[in-house]
C-alpha cells in the first residue's frame, strides 16, 4: 500500500477507534454513577460488569487474531463495530442486573473485536515496512478517546440521561464508525507466496516460545498498573493532599501528554530500535511513579508525575503493538497479538479490585509503592524477552 492511501486508512482507523475505545472502555467512568442510582446497584456491581467484559476480551482475543489472519482485519473490524452498538442498546435498555451483566459480556466480545489489537493486525496487514510509522499515526489519533468522550458523555448525561447517552454511542458506532470502515479500509492484497522463514512465533504446537511468555508478562504487568491507576489516580491523589477538583484538573493532563509522548515518538523513535524505546518507556514510568511517592498536595510534583505518567503510556501502547512485529515478524501477526492480549485483558479486569483492596489500608504509599514494583518487573521481563527473541 502507497503512502497515500495508508494517509486515509490511518485517520479511518483513528476515528473508529475513537468512538470504540470512548464508549466502551472510558465512558463508564462517567456512566457508572447514574447507571448504579437508577437500577439501585452499588459501585461494585457495575464494575463488576465492567471486569467481565474486559475478562471475555481477553479470552477472546487469541481467536479473533486467528480470524484477522485467515480473513482480514476490515472484515472483524465491522462486525466488531455491529456488536458493540448491539452490546450498548443492551446496556441502555437494562432493567435488571442479569440484563446489564449480558450487555457487558457482548461488550466484551465487542471489546475483543474493536480496539487497539485487531486495529494493529489490520495495519500489519495494510502497511508492510511502514507498519511502525502507521501505527504511531493511529495511536496519536486514538489517544484523543477520553478526551473527547470524557467531557462528552458528561455532557450527554446531563441532558439526556445515561440511557439515551449509550444509544447514541450505538448510533455513532452505525453511522460514523462502520460507514468510515467499510469505505476507507481495504481488504489487504493477498500473496501467492509461501509462508515466509520460520520465526520465533514458530514451536512446538501448544507450547509458546519462552521470549513469547516473557513479553505477555511484561504486557500484563504494565496493563495491570495502568488499569489499577485508571481507576484509582483521583482516589491516591485526593490520600496525597489533593481536593477532588484539583486530582482530576491534574490528570486531565495525562490525555494530551500521551499524546506528546507519541508525537515525540513519531519524530524520534525512529532513530532507536523498538526494544530500547521500550526500555525507555518503562523506566520513564517507573520513575514517575516514584516521583508519586513524593507528592503532598498540588505543587510542581504532581504536574511532573503526570507528565511522566503520560508520556510513557503514550509510548508504551506504541511499544506493545510495533516490538511483537519486530521480534517475530508480521506473519500471523493477528494471533500473536490477541495471544498477548489475553494475560494482559486478564490483569486489566482483576486490577481495579486487587489495588481498592490495598487502598482501604489508607496508605497511598503502598499502593504507589506497588505499581513502581510492578513496572520495575515488567522492564525486566522485557530485557529477557529481547534476549531470548535475539538468540533465535
Known amino acids: 500500500m502507497d503512502n497515500k492511501k495508508l494517509a486515509i486508512v490511518v485517520p479511518a482507523l483513528g476515528i473508529a477507534q475513537i468512538i470504540s475505545w470512548g464508549s466502551l472502555f472510558y465512558a463508564i467512568a462517567v456512566l457508572a454513577q447514574p447507571m448504579g442510582a437508577e437500577l439501585h446497584l452499588t459501585r ?19 481467536r479473533v487474531g486467528r480470524l484477522i489472519d485467515a480473513r482480514d482485519g476490515r472484515f472483524v473490524l465491522c462486525r466488531g463495530v455491529l456488536v458493540a452498538a448491539a452490546a450498548l442498546v443492551i446496556l441502555a435498555t437494562a432493567q435488571h442486573y442479569a440484563t446489564l451483566l449480558l450487555g457487558w459480556c457482548a461488550a466484551g466480545v465487542a471489546m475483543s473485536m474493536t480496539l487497539y489489537d485487531p486495529a494493529f493486525a489490520t495495519l500489519g496487514q495494510l502497511a508492510a515496512e511502514r507498519y511502525r510509522r502507521a501505527l504511531t499515526g493511529l495511536t496519536l489519533i486514538a489517544g484523543f478517546a477520553s478526551t473527547v468522550f470524557w467531557p462528552l458523555t458528561h455532557a450527554l448525561v446531563q441532558t439526556a440521561g445515561w440511557r439515551s447517552t449509550l444509544l447514541i454511542f450505538a448510533g455513532l ?14 481488504r489487504p492484497a493477498r500473496s501467492a507466496q509461501p509462508v515466509a522463514a520460520p520465526t520465533a512465533m ?15 508478562s511484561c504486557f500484563a504487568l504494565v496493563a495491570f498498573v495502568f488499569s489499577s491507576m485508571s481507576a484509582h489516580l483521583v482516589g491516591v491523589l485526593e490520600l496525597k493532599g489533593l481536593t477532588t477538583s484539583q486530582a482530576v484538573g491534574v490528570l486531565s493532563l495525562v490525555g494530551p501528554m500521551q499524546v506528546i509522548g507519541r508525537i515525540l515518538e513519531m519524530a524520534f ?30 505543587g510542581a510534583v504532581a504536574f511532573l508525575f503526570v507528565i511522566g505518567y503520560g508520556c510513557a ?52 504509599q503502598l499502593v504507589i509503592a506497588v505499581a513502581a514494583g510492578t513496572i520495575a518487573a515488567a ?14
Open 202 to 216: 514458530q514451536t512446538a504446537p501448544g507450547r509458546p516460545p519462552p521470549a513469547q511468555l516473557w513479553l505477555a
Open 44 to 62: 461494585v456491581q457495575i464494575f463488576a460488569g465492567f471486569s467481565l467484559a474486559l475478562a471475555i476480551s481477553g479470552l477472546l482475543s487469541p
Open 269 to 298: 523513535g525512529a532513530r532507536f530500535p523498538v526494544a530500547r524505546v521500550g526500555v525507555f518507556a518503562l523506566a520513564l514510568l517507573a520513575s514517575a511513579l516514584v516521583l508519586l511517592l513524593f507528592v503532598h498536595g498540588p
Open 379 to 392: 522492564l525486566g521481563c522485557l530485557v529477557v524477552a529481547v534476549r531470548y527473541a535475539r538468540r533465535h
Open 313 to 364: 503510556n503514550g509510548i508504551v501502547t506504541i511499544v506493545r503493538g510495533v516490538l511483537p512485529a519486530a521480534l517475530f515478524g508480521r506473519d500471523r501477526l493477528g494471533q500473536l497479538l490477541g495471544w498477548l492480549a489475553r494475560p494482559s485483558f486478564v490483569a486489566q479486569a482483576i486490577a481495579p479490585a486487587a489495588v481498592a483492596g490495598l487502598l482501604m489500608s489508607g496508605s497511598p
Open 173 to 186: 458506532h452505525i453511522a460514523v464508525a462502520l460507514p468510515v470502515l467499510a469505505v476507507f479500509v481495504p
